[in-house]
């Protein structure tokens, strides 16, 4: 599967590593959970009604003690991994009406020891798969958005960033960064992934954020499916 | 384009020495490069950190809770007495200090507190620990405090980049002992030490922690993990002590980094925050996993 990227610059905020500011047992199992279910819900946009958490490994054996089904739903619910809500996010998820479950599986030795799938559904909609890793010390990587291998990291962000669902074709997504670079925001670097006639692009911008309307534009250019918009991770 | 970026202590060392500055300033202008914030933005949002710390710290010894089991909660007051104790101790009051915070920051993180994960949430106790400790005992400036914390950070940095922070790719050498370097790199800064000095004694005391395993029982950062960051607080002392004495290490910073890494690599996953090995597995941590409604062990599952 090609994956591209141009990558330059250090990897780590100084705050990647002095923090998050979380709520305890554990940064890889508490908080980068929280902050993996944050990803999810803002690549799937919009309230799910279910959603299903597969845990791999060192997240499948011991996510009770620490809490990491907890977190991943206060993830959902858009709770900063600070957030003291964290410890009774069952009862804000079943407020919210969002049915949640876990499921301890194997999704094999490619992935990282603390590695979460989950799948969101909305009945109006296509299910949506992402699978997360937490790498320690609250730092996360999005490694799958449904069938495509990324790799989004979710350190404490420097960066805005836009996913963009399109098809295998250069010239739509060049068209596409016009469009982004029209409106005065800089593009750091682009990452895209490719499956059959499908891509996936991760364009790492910065300056301001895209408005929805700006966002809903870009949906319209040809060859574009849809384009979502996510802010830097709080550090 | 970015002037102050680093990933090893080598070209760390290299940008101390070409702009004669401490590591903590290179490592705030670091910072200012990365997120394009000013230096108060900077100095401000370590300062936040700072008060996290302090206030975790006052919460387990003021008002202990114990955690679930009985498993933590409480030690951190007992040790504060020894400030006031008329028993003689053995150690100085810093690392007195060092390691009653060092043990209440952990026991607030277990019992679901509010905590700064620094370098994470199982290592959180050392650095607080020691630079606040240090900060109280020897009314070090406020300034000079939350320097050191940068300080500290720019050896997180190295080691997340030569290597990893996280104990379920590494064991406990990756959180609690980097933990250690970070915080025996601060002290000596803290205390006047060189650059050198820092990574020097954050040398000695990565190099004690290698092999670590992370075996906490029932896989709940409680129990061995708090204890661990109370006498972790301890050796960070002790090695920047041996490093500003002129105690050199024979491997330098970056290779120690490198034979962590290479060790997480042999490690078995049942000494990588599993629960399926080591203290885990003992009588006492299978009667934890019992009462947490963990799944029996099959008899393959202990060696």
Redesign the interface.
């Known amino acids: 599967m090609p994956t591209t990227t141009q990558k330059?610059?250090?990897?780590?905020?100084?705050?990647?590593?002095?923090?998050?500011?979380?709520?305890?047992?554990?940064?890889?199992h508490?908080?980068g959970a929280c902050k993996i279910g944050q990803m999810a819900r803002a690549l799937f946009h919009g309230t799910p009604e279910k959603v299903t958490f597969y845990l791999h490994?060192?997240f499948a054996?011991?996510y009770?003690?620490?809490?990491t089904d907890r977190a991943l739903v206060g993830g959902i619910l858009k709770f900063k991994t600070?957030d003291?809500r964290?410890?009774n996010s069952f009862d804000f998820a079943k407020k919210e009406n969002i049915k949640y479950e876990f499921i301890t599986t194997d999704l094999g030795e490619k992935y990282?020891?603390?590695t979460v799938k989950i799948v969101l559904e909305k009945w109006d909609r296509q299910p949506m798969e992402i699978t997360g890793s937490?790498?320690?010390?609250?730092?996360i990587k999005i490694v799958k958005i449904e069938q495509f291998d990324v790799d989004l990291t979710g350190v404490a962000g420097?960066f805005k960033t836009l996913v963009v669902w399109h098809n295998n074709n250069q010239q739509n997504l060049d068209a596409l960064c016009k469009e982004v670079e029209k409106l005065r925001i800089r593009i750091h670097d682009i990452q895209t992934t490719k499956v059959d006639k499908h891509a996936l692009s991760i364009i790492n911008t910065?300056g301001r954020r895209l408005k929805l309307s700006e966002v809903l534009e870009m949906e319209d250019l040809e060859g574009i499916a849809e384009v979502r918009s996510l802010t830097s991770l709080e550090? | 384009?970015?002037k102050y970026?680093?990933?090893n202590s080598e070209e760390l060392l290299a940008l101390c020495k070409k702009h004669k500055a401490p590591i903590s300033e290179i490592?705030i202008n670091?910072?200012m490069e990365?997120?394009?914030d000013g230096r108060k933005e900077?100095m401000a949002?370590?300062k936040?950190?700072r008060d996290?710390m302090d206030e975790a710290i006052a919460k387990a010894i003021e008002k202990p809770e114990k955690s679930?089991f009985g498993m933590a909660g409480g030690d951190a007051p007992k040790l504060f007495k020894a400030l006031t104790s008329k028993k003689k101790m053995l150690s100085s009051p810093l690392v007195n200090r060092a390691m009653a915070y060092a043990a209440a920051t952990g026991e607030?993180?277990?019992?679901?507190?509010?905590?700064?994960?620094?370098?994470?949430?199982?290592g959180?106790g050392v650095v607080p620990g020691v630079v606040l400790a240090a900060q109280h005992d020897w009314k070090v400036s406020e300034e000079k405090a939350i320097r050191a914390?940068?300080n500290?950070?720019a050896v997180?940095?190295i080691i997340?980049?030569g290597a990893?922070?996280?104990?379920?790719?590494a064991g406990c050498q990756?959180e609690v002992g980097a933990a250690v370097a970070m915080a025996a790199s601060a002290a000596t800064e803290m205390r006047g030490g060189t650059p050198e000095e820092c990574l020097n004694a954050s040398a000695l005391a990565l190099k004690s922690y290698l092999g670590l395993a992370c075996d906490?029982l029932?896989?709940?950062?409680?129990v061995p993990c708090i204890k661990r960051n109370m006498l972790g607080a301890s050796t960070a002392y002790a090695a920047s002590d041996a490093s500003v004495l002129g105690v050199e290490s024979f491997i330098p910073f970056d290779e120690v980094v490198m034979a962590m890494k290479n060790i997480g690599k042999i490690m078995s996953?049942k000494l990588?925050?599993?629960?399926?090995g080591g203290l885990a597995v003992t009588k006492s941590g299978i009667m934890i996993r019992k009462k947490?409604?963990?799944p029996p062990l099959k008899p393959n599952e202990i060696d």
């Open positions: 330059s610059g250090p990897h780590y905020s100084v705050f990647d590593i002095a923090g998050p500011i979380m709520v305890g047992p554990s940064s890889s508490t908080a490994g060192s054996t011991v009770k003690g620490h809490a600070s003291p964290i410890k990282h020891p603390n937490s790498i320690g010390g609250g730092m420097q910065s550090k | 384009m970015y970026a680093f990933t490592v670091y910072e990365y997120s394009k900077v949002k370590m936040k950190t996290v679930a607030t993180n277990s019992a679901m507190g509010r905590i700064a994960a620094f370098p994470t949430a199982g959180s914390l940068f500290a950070s997180g940095i997340a980049e990893t922070l996280s104990a379920a790719a990756a906490p029932g896989g709940l950062v409680a996953s990588r925050e599993t629960a399926l947490l409604g963990l």
